[in-house]
Antibody, heavy 119, light 110 residues
Framework: QVQLVQSGAEVKKTGASVRVSCQAS????????IHWVRQAPGQSLEWMAW????????KYSQNFQGRVTVTRDASASTAYMELSSLTSEDTAVYYC????????????WGQGTLVTVSS | QSALTQPASVSGSPGQSITISCTGT?????????VSWYQKHPGKVPKLMIY???NRPSGVSNRFSGSKSGNTASLTLSGLQAEDEADYYC??????????FGGGTKLTVL
């Protein structure tokens, strides 16, 4: 079945960087764009970025001011999201999701990765 | 990017119908037929309920329906059930190939 499996929970210090992976299975990885979305405790979903897994083209939310980078390794069917200069406000569950059609039609989602940032 | 505007909460009794609104601008909801709705239970992964304004993925109950008028999209749930109690988020494509989400609406089934 179509599935996205993310890497495990992370605990980071303020100012550090974190990289979350998202491994796809059950479909042709390079045929679908992967998006990254996060949810901080008690907050709404927040879109971060997307990557065209076929050609590597990316798009980022202005809200992250250059701190987020998304990449992919097509040979491993895996996408990555790196967030730098972490603060406590970056404590959140980070999700990857496959764009199943036009617009924000996400299906499936990864299981989520909790990133905790502390001083 | 600014978030789409949703009511913080709505409520209804079992069997009733409720509607959740999602207001944007001509640069997002008003400009494209790319609005999705997600249901999220605490600690669970978001679930796609509606895509492209009014389409239901296979397996989603026909009690869920979506529509759009101008810069406002709406999600309607009919025949409310206890299991519908969750947070609901709208999402839209934005000019420039970005995406935005609404602030979320907490649905309480009384």
């Amino acid at each position: 079945q179509v599935q996205l499996v993310q890497s495990g929970a992370e605990v980071k210090k303020t100012g550090a960087s974190v990289r979350v992976s998202c491994q796809a299975s059950g479909y042709t990885f390079t045929s679908y764009t992967i998006h990254w979305v996060r949810q901080a405790p008690g907050q709404s979903l927040e879109w971060m970025a997307w990557i065209d897994t076929g050609n590597g083209k990316t798009k980022y939310s202005q809200n992250f001011q250059g701190r987020v980078t998304v990449t992919r390794d097509a040979s491993a069917s895996t996408a990555y999201m790196e967030l730098s200069s972490l603060t406590s406000e970056d404590t959140a569950v980070y999700y990857c999701a496959r764009q199943a059609g036009g617009g924000p039609r996400y299906d499936p989602w990864g299981q989520g990765t909790l990133v905790t940032v502390s001083s | 990017q600014s978030a789409l505007t949703q009511p913080a909460s709505v409520s209804g009794s079992p069997g009733q119908s409720i509607t959740i609104s999602c207001t944007g601008t001509s640069s997002d909801i008003g400009g494209y037929n790319y609005v999705s709705w997600y249901q999220k239970h605490p600690g669970k992964v978001p679930k796609l309920m509606i895509y492209d304004v009014s389409n239901r993925p296979s397996g989603v109950s026909n009690r869920f329906s979506g529509s759009k008028s101008g810069n406002t999209a709406s999600l309607t749930l009919s025949g409310l059930q206890a299991e519908d109690e969750a947070d609901y988020y709208c999402s839209s494509h934005i000019r420039g190939d970005s995406v935005t989400f609404g602030g979320g609406t907490k649905l309480t089934v009384l």
